[in-house]
């Protein structure tokens, strides 16, 4: 029997090669509904230079606001449940993906954990795609210049502080964004509406009732997907990571999250801008409803655990694997890992 | 000794219980520009419900015309060189993901055989974002309804062959295309416009020089961008796989592919089709004039090697597999597998 951990230990040697070991990975949309579209005149189109013209009639039925998952499912799952990835506004599922300056995201550090995740495109971003505007979206799509991420993101101090050249950037002190990949930073944005949420939610709902019960982690603008759909399926989400969350919902509806343990993330620089204490305060008394209801929500202020310089961007910042770390450790804490 | 075998059997068994190995995964944006937006107002935007009002100034510099790239790079590689799978017009990568009656794709196809793949969304599709309209792209984006690719895509049997209802659809006999993914596959079609191939163009010459010397394999609207990157990087782009290419560029081009081998695919029902014979008519003369300049240019038809059924989206129909057999087997006879 002598020989068994040696067999063992040269079969983990031959299958450690493999940084990242998958049973499945692939992709599908789920939710939109069809709209159709009268009294336009028929196009003559001609799709590619040198091609063949085709005549397009713009009139008929449309498929809008589908939304876009791809999935990663590890070959030895350690995660109890899958883990659902919905990013911020103004962004789209390459949240989570590689670093703007090339570093390990956190798709892959939950899929290397053995976690199953699924990290999608919010309706009418990225691979989602979006509908024709004004006859199906109301309003305008909005667009972010270079610099208002910066100056909105708690990456540098304040107006004025984004320049082109990374040697003139102003940052906050000891900020943790990788000030060399913000250029790439600024290629990951895509348009935008702010009138788009109800579809949005409707489908965020679609996919949970696909592929849960289900961990959801939410930055930002997902802040408020998140609870909404976590409240609209507390059976379905058994806990909801909220990174920095933009809106919590109506604070009279936090104690339907009461079965739902809850945790909030903030990083550093809260207190000197101008809107985050705001954005902050709102998801603290969020918190505290919950926990008035008899919930289970925990407020995790990095600095406060030793966890200093991350911006709103904190899965790109230069410790973002520390910050996995946290929500490691959290996920543990609540039973949601073997 | 006898102890090897047994020792190497039992590794191999260990790993071979993960399908797809990878040694890496992630992804990057290339290419763009930046452009200067200037005279609009500021605006107030509320970006969520209940979140904290932000001054918007429109005014500044936009990132545009950047291209998103997912890779997967495998443990064990085969393919002598990266793969490059660029989709056709009004889609994304998601062309070569999951097919839409949820089986496996190219990307996981190409994947697990050893090949590195890099498969990109197109400037202004998908993960890549688009710019706003009028000011920076001309001209407006077109949508496709959900009849449209039905008809145009060699799946139903011509003008009013499409039907909601699966059972009414009226597919070319044969048809290889699952019609019971139809609807799903309306959910990868995404906005275009047909006037920016220039910067298409641009960042995928980007992408040929950041990871090639490489393989590309292009579909439909990007046979055009395909070969006019080859052209323009002959001596990056080691073999050209065109299936079904939309259009092929000027054919006095044609000979810069000379010492690049190239090969076009094309499936069923191209006689019968208003557009096809055509098309596949540009695609005949190119290689024509690839192989009158001495060089290596192969027609496939696949009816003609016994695979009947397909449509233009080859990828996803029910024997895509058998298709992508016959592109691995091409790339093998031209040395490109070890």
Redesign the interface.
Known sequence: MRLAPL?SA??????A?????????????VG?R?VT?TGKPI?E????????P?K????????VE?M?V?Y?IP?NRRGALPLLTWHG?GL???TY??TPD?R??WV?YFVKRGWSVYNS?AVER??S????YPDIFPGE????????PFE?FRIGAGAGSYN?DVAKMRPLPGNQFPLEGY??F??????RW?TT?APTIAAYTELVDKVCPCVLLVHS?A??FGVKVAQARPDKVKALVLVEP?????IKDAPRLKNTPVVAIYGDYIEQDS?WP??RG?GVKFLDAVRQAGGNADLIDLPKIGIRGNSHMMMMDRNNLAVADVIQQWLEGRNLYR
Request: hydrophobic share 35%.
């Open positions: 067999l040269l079969a983990l040697a031959g299958c090669q493999a940084p990242i070991q998958l049973q499945d990975m692939g992709s599908f949309h939109g069809e579209i196009k189109v001609l799709f590619s230079p040198g091609g063949v085709a397009v009639d713009p009139n008929g039925v449309y498929q589908q876009y791809q990663f070959q506004g789209s599922g390459v993906e590689t090339g390990e995201g892959n495109d990225g691979r795609g979006w509908a024709q799509p909005l667009f972010l210049t270079k610099e208002n909105r082109k250029d790439n600024t290629r990951q944005v895509v348009p702010t949420d603008q802040g408020l933009a809106a919590t919902g109506d809107r705001a954005i709102n």
